[in-house]
């Protein structure tokens, strides 16, 4: 057990803990957009099928979950337990998918920051030896998020250029043990954070402080420099929180400028017409386990650390004049070749 | 580390896992209730002294949470990690509190179940040793859930007998190692069950096939006879579902009939008009935390299983026409004396 246990600590070590296999599926803009040849599960109509949205978001993150099942190569009935939310109210496609998988189910909510939420849960669980095999996932869906959170996308209500667009996708992960291949070896679990930012549009400068609180912490914890990572990417900051985060830090003495990427600024072309850049559960999912795993495992990136970051307010909270509580969960990745040693 | 590792398993084994603290915080009803005199901490109004119902909703928890620390007799920064939810869209009173309360913090959502979805994650960080001391909690208010699952108070609307009363009040228990007092041995997480039920009023009916499903995993995997246990206590099936829970159980070989007691069913007397009896998250949290282990240190119990029960629905899914997926976590707690071995 490697587990930190210094009061105050907030980065939990893990032992010889893995990505099995993912799972991603995304919508037309997602897989139109720059990262689209990592994404091959795709579909071409916003209904993915269904007859309406709600059962559309909920068919991504069951094929998702699905796909990084098989691509573990396990059965569904050797996983131990299924995590997974979302951003609908009582994260009903999370529920609703964990009915289909007939799985033992925890539901989780750190709005877009529950990609990195449940896979920090499942790699303890893992790492434990509570469970030998976690599957954690999240979905988002435009249509859903846009008619819950702010109107109908048939209103044509008009947006802010700070504003973000929500991705239509899920992402899913297999935790197992293993020596070798992509490694989970750390997690920094992320405190509340609110600035006082009370516009619902104007998100990643509300989320820029949680980042860079998180990652603050994280590399004291670990007592690590920024560049031991070959890339520190955010969750969904986009264009506007981005530059937000890489100053707060610079404050604290941490340059993270030439590390910095953002899932959601790197999910779609400017010419996509999304504003500020993605946003939702699914950004930081799918690029995360469709596309930076895969440069891992391609060998461009040896060491990341992913910081999912979440606005956890609801129209509720807006409308009775609360500001926004934001969050952010960083979970370290690490490339081992078979052989080398665990560290 | 003595977790089951078998596959198919849903049972988490603890070492030396103890419950450190508790809080609860009740409103008035709960106050005049059978189980009053265990609440010393209670409102005599509902708006518990705020503007909103929602801010009354989190003030209880943030009480309850700061009890429940001073009750383990810790100070708030020695916390590692505090679990939380609610029934609010987004789980905006646990966020609002974990903003408040500055710790690091994972939202979790299991509807009823919350109390022990919450108790057995902090309980396997704790036992295996990623955190020293866990804060887990949840919170629930009558007319915050009304207005936002049904309809507000003010309407007026009639409701049929075998609805239940949304119970006002929070629970939060501090979590950490310890070979006596009140010990969590162990936890079964739950599968989400559904048995087609439609109508979001008949949630016991709903809900006792999913207890069914965990405490039969329990009893199997633990290779525990129900008389085992001093109580099977459910969370909310209340009077209507009870019965069906018993039944469903026969059907097994499986008698509960004079061990089972619910918290639904526990938290009200039959005048106070609540109908089939009490639910919401702090149903069981606060019969559970405030009662219940009460109980047990005054020698009454010497080991009881609390399967919390969560029906995983929104109003969404209702007026789309789904059914009512269902789950329950369950977790058993043991009186240990000082100088017994911790089994």
């Known amino acids: 057990m490697k587990a930190i246990k210094r009061n105050g600590d907030r980065t939990w070590v893990f ?55 098989t691509n573990a190569k396990l059965k569904e009935d050797q996983i131990d337990l299924f995590l997974a939310g979302d951003l609908l109210n009582q994260i009903v496609s999370a529920n609703f998918v ?92 992320g405190k509340v954070v609110d600035m006082g930012i009370k516009d619902p ?10 980042a860079a609180d998180t990652i603050a912490a994280h590399l004291q914890d670990t007592q690590r420099s920024p560049h031991e990572y070959d890339l520190i990417v955010t969750g969904d900051l986009a264009n506007v929180g981005s530059p937000i985060l890489i100053q707060l830090l610079r404050e604290r003495n941490i340059d993270i400028a030439n590390l910095h990427r953002d899932c959601g600024s790197m999910l779609y072309d400017p010419s996509q017409e999304v504003n500020a850049g993605g946003s939702g559960c699914a950004a930081s999912a799918i690029v995360t386990y469709g596309h930076l795993l895969k440069e891992m495992e391609r060998g461009k990136y040896q060491r990341i650390l992913v910081v999912a970051t979440g606005a956890l307010f609801s129209p509720v909270t807006f409308q009775q004049g609360e500001s926004i509580p934001c969050t952010a969960h960083a979970v370290a990745f690490e490339r081992k070749e078979a052989g080398e040693e665990n560290g």
Chains 1, 2 share one sequence.
Not at 31 to 57: C, H, M, N, R, V
Not at 103 to 109: I, K, S, Y
Request: net charge negative; glycine share 12%.
């Open 15 to 69: 032992h010889q803990t893995k990505i099995l296999g993912t799972g991603v599926v995304v919508g037309p803009k997602e897989k139109e957009g720059p990262l689209g040849d990592d994404f091959p599960i795709s579909y071409d109509d916003i209904y993915i099928g269904q007859d309406t949205f709600e059962k559309a978001e909920r068919q991504l993150l069951a094929e998702a979950a699905k796909t990084a099942i």
């Open 201 to 210: 549009f104007d998100m990643g400068r509300a989320m820029a402080p949680a």
């Open 98 to 189: 964990a009915k289909e998988l007939e799985l033992p189910f925890m539901g989780m909510f750190g709005a877009c920051s529950t990609s990195m939420e449940t896979l920090a849960t499942a790699s303890a669980l893992v790492s434990s030896g509570f469970s030998n095999y976690v599957l954690a996932g999240c979905c988002s869906h435009n249509a859903t998020a846009e008619r819950q959170f702010r109107y109908p996308t048939e209103y044509g209500g008009q947006k802010p250029p700070y504003s973000q667009w929500t991705a239509t996708g899920a992402g899913a992960a297999v935790v197992g043990k293993g020596t070798s291949g992509i490694m989970v070896t750390h997690a920094t679990i």
